[in-house]
């Protein structure tokens, strides 16, 4: 795994473009790959190849103190009818509170979507993260089989990575909404993420890197 790892984001700075969006997809399968290979402390391997959608947001902006703003842009990925990971959809978080904070950080932030009802909502123009969704901190460790009923019933589970510790996120009252300029930025149009997710739409070259990572997770269906 390791290997496939260094491979893939060695490929990465070959890429020819160098957009904002370019970078930003590297910037997702870095954070990804660091967090999956951190030993005993990544998100459990049955949770990632039971879920119906992955959400990765890198470097995700917040600030204040106890009641926060936040905001970032990042990427989503469905899973297609072969159970494959889709191409790459643009969305950004704003919005709302991480709970206790102090001063200005940068998280790199993780969600799965475990249900088709999460990942309906999902792929809505836009929805609140904890509002319209059942939600929860996500567990850590390499297995998810000590979760609680409660966490069995969640539609979305999110992490946090921020300098250097890996943790459940409790992510309340921000937005998640589609980026179509950024979409329009990837593929040359301004394709909707269901869209992309839904009908087969190719993904750009800069997104195999991020993809490659996401196919070693292939989908399991729940037992």
Do not use: H
């Not at 990465?12 to 030993?39: C, G, H, Y």
């Not at 950024?182 to 997710?197: C, H, M, P, S, T």
């Amino acid at each position: 795994m390791r290997t496939l790892v260094a491979l893939i984001l060695g490929s990465l700075s070959i890429l020819a473009e160098d957009s904002d969006q370019v970078k930003r997809l590297q910037q997702a399968a870095t954070a990804f790959s660091e967090i999956m290979e951190a030993p005993d402390k990544g998100i459990p391997l049955d949770l990632i190849e039971r879920s119906r959608c992955i959400v990765i947001v890198p470097g995700l902006k917040k600030g204040a103190f106890v009641f926060g703003a936040q905001y970032g842009k990042g990427f989503l990925s469905c899973r297609t009818r072969t159970g494959d990971w889709s191409a790459p959809g643009s969305v950004r978080v704003e919005g709302g509170s991480f709970g206790f904070q102090a001063g200005g950080l940068a998280s790199d932030v993780i969600l799965l979507v475990m249900n088709e009802r999460g990942a309906d909502k999902l792929l809505s123009s836009q929805f609140t993260l904890g509002g319209q969704t059942e939600f929860a901190a996500g567990p850590i460790g390499r297995s998810a089989t000590a979760q609680t009923d409660a966490l069995m019933r969640a539609e979305i589970l999110s992490w946090s990575r921020a300098r250097g510790v890996f943790a459940g996120l409790s992510l309340q009252g921000g937005t998640l909404r589609q980026d179509l300029d950024d979409n329009e930025e990837l593929y040359g149009k301004r394709l909707q993420n269901r869209a992309i997710v839904t009908e087969g739409v190719a993904a750009p070259p800069a997104a195999e890197p991020l993809l490659k990572l996401l196919r070693a997770y292939p989908f399991r269906k729940p037992a």
